[in-house]
């Protein structure tokens, strides 16, 4: 069993590897534990300190030809994640992302046979200090505010407003929150 120092260090070469030399220093670079697929053929965008778990489940992220993923400083992203933009996702800073949450800007087909397609795909916002609970579908056109929880299993179509509470399927604000400025969600 190695030391968890180790297992750090570790972590943060592989996320060297996979995300390329992203800050000087190396308590500032990603870590990745478990898988992580990455399929980039657009512009990625990462900030110091993320964090991905891929284990038990693989954390799969993608980034189209022409799109564009960002990732703020301090963002943890669990086991199971699927991160795709086909447009353009950005998420900001100390922002949680729970086990099995999908964030999809794209619905990749037409509804209908009227439907021209030219509203499939539409950009993500996720503002600094949101936490999005395990399960959590966010799909095309949502922007999730800061200090924002979206409860686990929810389905997000339509934005969230700062400091609130979402649920359900389709979310719905469950109740504001109070949030003391700077505080940051661990």
């Known amino acids: 069993m190695l030391p968890n120092r180790v297992k750090i260090v570790y972590g943060k070469l592989r996320g060297l590897a996979i995300f390329g030399k992203i800050q000087p220093s190396m308590g500032l670079l990603p870590r990745i534990r478990g ?4 399929n980039r053929l657009g512009d990625l965008q990462v900030g110091k300190r993320l964090n991905i778990i891929g284990k038990p489940w693989g954390t799969q992220l993608t980034v189209v030809k022409g799109a ?3 990732i703020g400083d301090d963002v ?3 086991a199971g994640v699927g991160i795709a ?3 353009e996702v950005t998420i900001g800073n100390n922002v949680m992302i729970g086990p099995r949450t999908s964030i999809f800007d794209s619905a990749y087909h037409r509804i ?22 395990t399960g959590a579908l966010i799909l095309p056109g949502v922007t999730i505010g800061r200090n924002a929880v979206v409860a686990a299993g929810s389905t997000v179509t339509k934005d969230v407003p700062e400091n609130t509470l979402v649920a359900g399927a389709p979310a719905k604000i ?6 003391h400025d700077g505080w940051v969600r661990h």
């Not at 898988?35 to 990455?38: I, Q, R, W």
């Open 35 to 38: 898988k992580v697929y990455l």
């Open 68 to 70: 564009r993923l960002t």
């Open 76 to 78: 943890m992203i669990n």
């Open 85 to 87: 933009a086909n447009v």
């Open 112 to 133: 209908d046979s009227l439907d021209d397609g030219s509203q499939t795909a539409k950009r993500i916002v996720i503002q600094d200090n949101a936490w999005i609970g």
């Open 174 to 179: 469950i109740r504001e929150l109070t949030i």
